[in-house]
């Protein structure tokens, strides 16, 4: 094996794990899964079949990741934050043919405790506040909060938070990198 496993993690038939993978404690990688090389599942976690997760993905402690989900690379799953992939589930019906996608973009953060409704995309390197409940699509670099989420702003690739100018500029402290916010879009200018 070129991934690590924990004696107590499950990991079901049909499951393409990359190299230098760790599954810890109590997990369970359900059938078809794929989880991209360098990735970390913490503790308790639920992936179920035919998720798709890229590289360098961090999944911490008990975290649900429910089928029609894929996560790009770089993607930060928080403590207890959770996919859903029903929009009116029921116990007595069947809708496993009515399961909805959610795509999460390259870099994207997602809090602690926050949910995630199905058919709802997060761009790239958006940042989901602990405990948002997010219900419809998030932009790429957007920081959105609250119950519902709400954008609050936008972030750098870095995790900072961006002011942007009269010019509609804006510079990440930390990293020197420059933004531009043009037509409710940011970019990153590439020098």
């Not at 058919?119 to 699509?137: E, P, Q, R, S």
């Amino acid at each position: 094996m070129s991934y690590f496993a924990h004696e107590s993690s499950y990991i079901d038939e049909g499951c393409t794990i990359g190299e230098g993978t760790k599954i810890w404690h109590f997990s369970h990688i359900m059938p078809n899964c794929t989880l991209g090389k360098n990735c970390n599942i913490g503790q308790n976690v639920v992936i179920s079949p035919e998720v798709v997760l890229g590289d360098n993905v961090k999944v911490q402690n008990n975290v649900s990741i429910y089928t029609g989900v894929t996560c790009d690379d770089d993607v930060f799953l928080g403590p207890s934050c959770v996919f859903t992939n029903v929009i009116n589930p029921r116990s007595a019906v069947n809708r496993k043919n009515e399961y909805l996608k959610t795509h999460v973009g390259k870099g994207a953060s997602i809090g602690a405790n926050a949910t995630i409704v199905c058919g709802h995309d997060i761009g790239k390197f958006a940042f989901i506040g602990a405990g948002a409940v997010v219900t419809k699509h998030v932009p790429d670099y957007a920081l959105v909060v609250g119950n519902p989420a709400r954008q609050m702003g936008w972030m750098s690739e870095f995790g900072q938070k961006l002011t942007f100018d009269d010019n509609s500029m804006a510079i990440c402290e930390e990293s020197g990198e420059i933004y531009q916010l043009l037509d409710g879009k940011v970019e990153k200018i590439v020098k």
